[in-house]
Every structure is written in C-alpha cells, then in structure tokens.
C-alpha cells in the first residue's frame, strides 16, 4: 500500500498522514513510497491505540475506508427512484425585463423569444424591454414562474440614546475633573458608534472572505511535434491540431476539463523556437508543468528550454513519455537523458514522476490525470471566489465585429459582467464573457479561462488583469500607466563617445523597414523578437508599426512614406487594400506559418546586399610590335608570356607599372583567324576597346570579374 492510498482510506491528505508515519518511527520521503507489511503492522498498532481501526488485515491494500459508505449501501442508493420535481421553476425579477436576458432566463435564443412576442402582437427588438404581464405569459407557456424580489419592512426607529449617566444620576465628568457639557455627551456617543461600526464591517469582511479548494493550472511544455496539442485533443476529445497550420501550436490556448468530479485547468503553449516568451508566460502562470517528451525522439532543445522555464517558474514538474505506440518508443533512454539533466525519475529513486502515454491510442491518460490532482493535493490549493478578480492576459487580439478581445486566466476572485477592470494600459467595463467551449458566462471563478470582451485596446500578453470600483478609477489607473510610458519613451539618453562611433557604422549600414500585422498579441510578440535576433552587421530590421487586426490603407500609407514591406501573419486585408498597395507600389507578404516568415525575410535582408566584387587574373601577354591597320584602327602584336588570354576576358594596360587603360577585349586573332584562347608562349593580335595608344614594351594583363553574393 502507498501512503496516498492509506490517506484516502483513512480520508486525510497526504501531508497530515506522512507527519504521522513520521510520528509513528515509520519513514516515508514522499506521498508516493509503499509501505511494507512490518509498517503496516505499525500503522496498524499505533491508530489501533488512538481508537482509528483499518478496514482488512494489515498486509491488504484494499477495503474501505472509514467513514464511507459500503457496496452494498451505494446499490440501495442507485436502487431508490429519484426525487420528483417540485413545481415550475422560479424567474426572479429584479430590474425591467430585457429580451436578450428573458431568453436566457427561458433557455432559449433570442430570434425564438421575439417569434414568440411577434404572436402575442408584440413587436420588440433584442434590447427592448418588456411588459411584466407579457413576460408573465411567456413564462407560464413555458412552465415558469416569474417572481419579485419580497419587499422588506422598513427598519424600527432608532431608539433614544440617553445621555450617560453615573450614580447619582449626574453627567459624566470631563477630563479636566469638571461636570462634562451637552457637547462632551454627544461627541462620546459618536465615537462610540464609530466603532460600533468598524467592529461590524471587520466581522462582515472576516465572514464574507472565505478559502475553497483551487482548480490547478496546469501547463504542457516541450519540443515542437512532439503531441502537446494532440495529447490534449485525447483528454478534451477534441480536435484542434488538425485546425492548426502547419500542424504546429501558434498561440496559447487555455481549456478547462473535469475528471473524478474535479476541475482542471490546461494551458497549451507552441513548441516552436520563435515562441519563448510565450512558454515562460505559460510555465509563470500555472501550478504544475508537464513535460511532453517523445518516446522516439527523446529530450530536444525545445525541451531543455521549457524544462528551465518551469525550474526557474518553482512549479511541479510532471513528465509525459508519449508515442509509446510507435515500434521504436524507448522511454528508457528518455529517463536516462532527464537523470543528466538533473529531473531523476521516480522509478530512479528521484521525485520526477513519469507517465508513459499516447496519444493516438490514450494509453496512459487516466494515469496522467491522477498524478495531476495528486500532486495538486500535496499542492494545497486554495482561492477565494467571493472576491473581485485577479487574473493575467493569456492572449489579446483585434476581432471583426467585437474589437479588443483578451484571453484572461483568472488567478483569484470571480470576475463578473460589468466589472470595471485595467490591464496594463487598457481599461473598459466587461461586457460579456465567453468560456473554452464558445457559451457566454455570467462570472468566471478562479482558474477559469475566458474571453473578454469591452475593453478600449488590445492589451498586452501577460498584462494582469485587476478589478476597480467604477469606471473613472479604472480609467485613471490606465491613463497614469500610458503618461508613465510616454515619459520612458521620450526621455532623451545622453550619448557616450562609444555610442557615436557605433551611430556612425550603424548609418553605414543598409536597413529593411517592416510594417508588422498579427491577429494577437502573443504571435506579434513573438515575431518581433524572432526578427530581432537576426544578428547581421550588414543589414538590420527596422519595425516601423506593430500592431494588431488586418491591413488598412493606412499601413499602406505609412508603408509608402517609409519604404517598408508589410508582413502580415493570420491577419487578411480590408477594402480597398490591395488597389492602394498597387498605386503606392508596396509590397505585402502574408503568412501562416511562422518559420515560413522568418526564412523569407532573411532571404530579402540577403537580397538587399550588394555582391561583392572580385577579380582573378588569368594572365600576361607582352607587346612586341604596332601595326596600323587604315588610319586609326592600330593593334597591338604580343606574345602571352604566362597563363591564358581568354576572348571575353577584362584587360588593363600598364606603362612602367602605372595603369594606363581599362577595358573589355575587342578583337584576339593568332595570324588571320579570330582566337577563343591563347596559351602562354603563343603569339597573338588584339585590341582592346576604343584604345590605340599601344606602345613597345607595354605589358597587357588580363582578369576575370566575379561577383558573390553576401551573407548575413
């Protein structure tokens, strides 16, 4: 038996029944070491002393555990017919009736309710309101009640405070010894009311904020392909690997699960090189990170690099050994490769646990779900739902017919519609709240992942997410936070020496402007700092805007006065787009996959370079005579006296070491004959270009021009 078993039959945590083992002189180093038949007699004894009792012998790992109902109990449960419904169902009305919420209220669509109206000679639009009688109608067609709120009696009139009095019935003394006054009377029954009632507001608080169990955030980390996302298909039974391009994980995607009556919250982060800020934003949010490792492939530099985001993160490390289905699966080396790494397995004698899965079959999986919200248990995970939100940006972007939308993890608290909240520099007031599975929400508890809708911009990814009293704070808190990023941005730095030298080579170098698009915030991010580290002392990148939503005219604009290229990732065009690009003579590039992007922008920095130029001599040829042939055209008679004279060869003539003409050959000829080569110690006739100034004892030599293309 292992001591997580012996804690759930005796229906303690692991923590409380490892400090008794401990107390018992049992040792146990971890919740998940087994207990030998001799510490289980212990065990046996020592709770036998305390008045606690085992159910079967010592040395059985099974029965059940105090407390809990037996077998027998739980078929005479499923045996006892359910518990009829008590009459229709209650509406509460609070406020005027709106379409769109009755319809909610009716569990219906709001074009069904107003189909509905329109039968009942009542035309009303989705935000209209409606008539008390009308909705009560509505309600009883659909065996419903609607309900006001029960008016409360006005409270008694305060009673008349007396004066205080002391024996005799005399007031109160001052300070000074003197009877006290009217006033002095008046003022100590305020102060005592005043703190009346900051003693009932600290009991309200202490009683109304209270700890329930955290759902854990969990987090898949590791190597591009190597099933992160596929492995959360199995457990989700979704499909969204097949929807990705390219087959890889371009954005952070948050989906909440539940197993064993308990809820799980997964992040999916890319595996790809370009994403490592988004991996470290997802191993800082969450609880415990698991390790996808490839059973095939073994540990990669994806891997390595999510394994020093979630060390450096201090969360529980879980690796997942998946693809075991296929023929050349070897976990063993995998486990082999972590203990080098300093991640000793379990089965090593470290405190790594390793699951071997797949996730094509779902070998595996229930294992792996266990050992989740078994090391959530010895996490002890506790929130506070009945507070305002704390939470983090996840994802941010711009939709069409929705504006800034954000991603948001909440942390802590519930966030609720209509809450006034900050992230970063953006503020607005929530306007409605969509979960994982695309339904609507009302509140989002801790650990939940939504979509938030209402706010004024796209914030930035990783941005937290916090909850004002009304709009005008919020609003004052996002405008401080922009006027201190201004002043950042416009703070002059003062220049050294160095500084100016590395100005000057930087201006000599060329530069390849870019107007960058995304669809979110997180693959924006991403991609500017991908571009940013293509080291070349040759050319550089220059972002002139980053931003999020599809191209406009004016990028287009901007892109033509600053003569940059567009690139544009997931995002598409809007009107009139491409005739402006046209006319402006700008070019646009979009993409789907990022490694794509990355690859063709380095072939353009390489274009813009110049080819460098180089020359190779091929040889020398001496003049040995003049002939005039009519009267301007005079050739040159010479013999090669090394190398080879080719035809189409480049020549310079030079007079006593100095250069005195440069150009292409015009005619070669041996004897009569026009000449394709001639060879060192053969004798020739040539002109070169428009040159006649030939001269005795001139020597003619002769190179190749090659032009190379530069790398980065």
Known sequence: MRVYELAKELNVSSKEILEKLNGFGVEAANHMCALTAEQMAVVHEKLAEEGVTLSGKPSEASGDAPGEPSIEEEEEEEETPPEEEEGPKAILVDGPIIVKDFATDLGMKPNQLIAELMKLN???????????????????????VLELPKK??????????????????????????????????????????????????????????????????????????????????????????????????????????????????????????????????????????????????????????????ALAAEVCIIVAINKMDLPNANPDRV??????????????????????????????????????????????????????????????????????????????????????????TSWGRVKSLINDHGIIVRTAGPSTPVKCMGLTSVPEAGARLEVHKNDKEARAVAESRQADRRMDNLTPKKMSLDDWIGQTAENKAKEMAIVLKADVKGSLEAISQALADIKSDKVSVNIVLMGVGNISNNDV???????????????????GVQKTAKHEGVEMRLYNIIYELLDQVREAMSGMLDPEVRESVTGHAKVLQVFSLGKRNRVAGCVCTDGRIASKSNARVLRDGSVVFQGRLASLKRYQNDAAEVRETQECGLRIGDFEDYKEEDIIEFFQVERITQAL
């Open 152 to 309: 409360e009696p006005p409270p008694p009139p305060p009673a008349p405070v007396a004066p205080p009095v002391v024996e005799g019935g005399a007031l109160p003394e001052a300070e000074d010894g003197s009877a006290a006054t009217p006033e002095d009377v008046r003022a100590a029954v305020k102060r005592r009311k005043e703190k009346e009632k900051k003693k009932k507001a600290k009991a309200s608080e202490v009683q109304d904020v209270y700890q329930v169990d955290a759902p854990p955030v969990v987090t898949f980390l590791g190597h591009v392909d190597h099933g992160k996302t596929s492995l959360l298909d199995r457990i989700r039974n979704a499909r969204v690997a097949s929807g990705e391009d390219g087959g890889i994980t371009q954005h952070i995607g948050a989906y909440t699960v539940e197993y064993n009556e308990k809820k799980i919250t997964f992040l999916d982060t890319p595996g790809h090189a370009a994403f490592t800020s988004m991996r470290a934003r997802g191993a800082n949010l969450t609880h415990v990170a698991v390790l996808v490792v490839a059973a095939d492939d073994g540990i990669m530099p994806q891997t390595r690099e999510a394994m020093q985001h």
């Open 122 to 144: 009542v035309f009303a639009s989705i935000n209209a309101k409606l008539d008390f009688k009308v909705a009560q109608k509505l309600a009883e067609k659909h065996d419903m």
């Open 335 to 424: 486990k082999q490769q972590l203990q080098q790494e300093g991640l000793a397995p379990e089965e090593w004698g470290g405190e790594v646990g390793c699951c071997l899965v797949s996730a094509a079959t779902g070998e595996g999986i229930d294992e792996l779900l266990g050992r989740i919200l078994l090391e959530a248990e010895m996490l002890e995970l506790k929130c506070t739902p009945n507070k305002p939100a704390d939470g983090y940006v996840i994802e941010a972007q711009m939709e069409a017919g929705r504006g800034p939308t954000a991603s948001i993890l909440i942390s802590d608290g519930t966030l609720k519609v209509g809450d006034a909240v900050t992230c970063g």
């Open 557 to 575: 604009l901007l892109a033509s006065a600053s003569n940059a290229i567009i690139v544009g990732f997931h995002v598409g065009m809007e009107n």
